[in-house]
C-alpha cells in the first residue's frame, strides 16, 4: 500500500499536473454527461432510438473523420492552447442548445448541427488532452498519471449523470445543459493556470501530409503500436457502441426513464473509477499483457448485460463493464502509445488511437439500426463477439503478432 500511495503522490505533487487533473475531472463531468442528456432530448423530440443513434452518428463521424490531422495538430502546437480553445468552443455549443431548450424553441435539427460542431471540435482537443501527459510527468510515471487522469474523468461521470437526472426530473433538459456548458468554461480556466510546456515542437515548415505520413510509417514499423490501436479501435467501434445509446435501450429493455438511466451511468462510473485504480497495481512490464486479460473478460461481461432485462442485475454489469473497458482498457492503450512513442511523434500516433472513442460514436447508429430489427440482446451480442474475434486474432493469432513477454523483457 505504501508503494502504491508513493507512486500516486510523486505524480500529485506537480502542480502542472494538479492543474490539469482538476480540468479533466471537471471536464470529465460535463463530457461524461452530455451523451446522456442530449439523448434523453432527442427521445424528448422524437421519441425514436434510430434518430438518436443518428445524431450520435453525426457527432462520430467528423470525430473520426479528423482525428489524423488532430494528432499533427497536437505535435505542432501548445497543448495547452489545443485545449484551451476546443473546450471553449464545446461549452458556446452547449450553452446555445441550453437556450434554445429553455425557450421552447428546439428542433431535432438543431441537435443534429450541435453534434456534428462538437465531433469537430472534441475530435482536435483528445490527442493534445492525452499526450500532454508525457509532457508533464517522466516516463515511469506515466501510468500513474494515465490513472489518476481516468480516475478524475470517472469521478465526474460517476456524480455527473444521476445529478443530471435529478436536474432534467426537476428543471428539465435545458437546465442539466446549462450546467454541461459551465463545467467547460471551468475546465478552460483550470487548463490557463498551467505553466509552458518543456517540448520541442517538430519545424512547422513539413508540410501536414509529411508529418501525417512519418506517423503512420512509425506505427508500421512497430508491431506493439499497431497491435494496440487495431484491437482498442475494435473494442471501440464495436465493444463500446453501445455506451451512448444506452437511454435508447433502457427505455426499451427496462422501461426507466431520466433518473434510472442516470443510476446506471452511476453504475458505470463506479466501476470505471475502480478500474482506474488498480491501474497503479500495475507494473509497467505487465501493461501489454494486462490490456489482452481485459479486453477478453470485457467481451463476456458485455455479452451478459446484453441479455439482461432486471435493473439491478444490469446495473450490475454495466459496472463491470465500466471496470473492464473504459477503466482498465483504454488507459492501457494510452499508457502503451506514451511508453512505445517519442514526444516528436506521440501526437499523430495518439491520434490513429483516438479512432477508438470516435469509433464508438459512429457505431452507434448501426447499433441502433440492428437493435430495431433484431432486438438489443442479438445486436450487442454480435458486436461483443466481433470485438472479441478481432483481439484473438490480431494479438495472437496472426503472424507477426507482438508476444506478451517481449514487452516484459524490454521494461526490465
Not at 500529485?12 to 451523451?35: A, C, E, M, N, P
Not at 434523453?40 to 421519441?47: F, K, N, R
Request: net charge positive.
Amino acid at each position: 500500500m505504501d508503494a502504491y500511495l508513493g507512486r500516486l503522490s510523486a505524480v500529485w505533487r506537480q502542480t502542472d499536473f494538479r492543474w490539469y487533473w482538476l480540468s479533466s475531472s471537471i471536464q470529465g463531468l460535463g463530457q461524461g454527461t452530455q451523451f446522456m442528456v442530449i439523448g434523453l432530448l432527442v427521445l424528448e423530440i422524437t421519441g425514436s432510438s434510430t434518430q438518436l443513434g443518428l445524431v450520435i452518428f453525426l457527432y462520430g463521424a467528423p470525430n473520426v473523420a479528423l482525428l489524423l490531422v488532430a494528432g499533427v495538430v497536437a505535435d505542432r502546437f501548445d497543448r495547452r492552447h489545443i485545449m484551451m480553445l476546443t473546450q471553449a468552443i464545446v461549452g458556446v455549443v452547449i450553452a446555445a442548445l441550453a437556450f434554445l431548450s429553455i425557450a421552447g424553441l428546439v428542433s431535432i435539427w438543431h441537435v443534429y448541427v450541435a453534434a456534428a460542431l462538437m465531433g469537430v471540435v472534441q475530435s482536435l482537443s483528445m490527442p493534445a488532452r492525452m499526450t500532454i501527459i508525457g509532457d508533464l510527468v517522466d516516463q515511469r510515471s506515466i501510468l500513474d498519471a494515465v490513472a489518476m487522469q481516468n480516475m478524475a474523468v470517472h469521478v465526474g461521470r460517476m456524480v455527473g449523470p444521476p445529478v443530471a437526472g435529478v436536474i432534467i426530473v426537476v428543471w428539465g433538459v435545458g437546465a442539466s445543459l446549462g450546467v454541461i456548458a459551465g463545467c467547460y468554461v471551468a475546465s478552460v480556466l483550470f487548463v490557463g493556470k498551467m505553466g509552458p510546456l518543456s517540448r520541442s515542437l517538430p519545424p512547422a515548415a513539413q508540410s501536414v501530409f509529411r508529418n501525417f505520413a512519418d506517423g503512420v510509417v512509425y506505427i508500421k514499423n512497430n508491431p506493439t503500436l499497431l497491435t494496440v490501436i487495431v484491437i482498442t479501435t475494435a473494442f471501440g467501434g464495436f465493444g463500446m457502441s453501445h455506451m451512448q445509446i444506452v437511454p435508447a435501450m433502457a427505455k426499451d429493455v427496462l422501461g426507466t426513464g431520466a433518473a434510472g438511466v442516470g443510476v446506471l451511468f452511476l453504475g458505470s462510473g463506479i466501476g470505471s473509477l475502480a478500474g482506474s485504480m488498480i491501474l497503479p497495481a500495475i507494473s509497467t512490464a505487465q501493461v501489454y499483457r494486462a490490456l489482452l486479460l481485459s479486453l477478453l473478460v470485457f467481451t463476456v461481461m458485455l455479452t451478459l448485460f446484453a441479455w439482461s432485462d432486471w435493473f439491478w442485475v444490469t446495473f450490475a454489469f454495466f459496472a463491470l463493464i465500466g471496470v473492464l473497458g473504459v477503466g482498465m482498457v483504454w488507459p492501457l492503450a494510452t499508457t502503451m502509445i506514451q511508453l512505445e512513442t517519442t514526444a516528436e511523434v506521440r501526437g499523430r500516433v495518439m491520434g490513429m488511437l483516438q479512432f477508438t472513442p470516435g469509433l464508438h460514436f459512429l457505431g452507434a447508429y448501426p447499433l441502433a439500426l440492428a437493435a430495431g430489427q433484431l432486438g438489443w440482446e442479438v445486436a450487442i451480442t454480435g458486436a461483443a463477439g466481433i470485438s472479441l474475434a478481432t483481439t484473438v486474432w490480431f494479438a495472437f493469432v496472426r503472424r507477426g503478432a507482438p508476444k506478451p513477454g517481449r514487452q516484459e523483457a524490454a521494461a526490465t
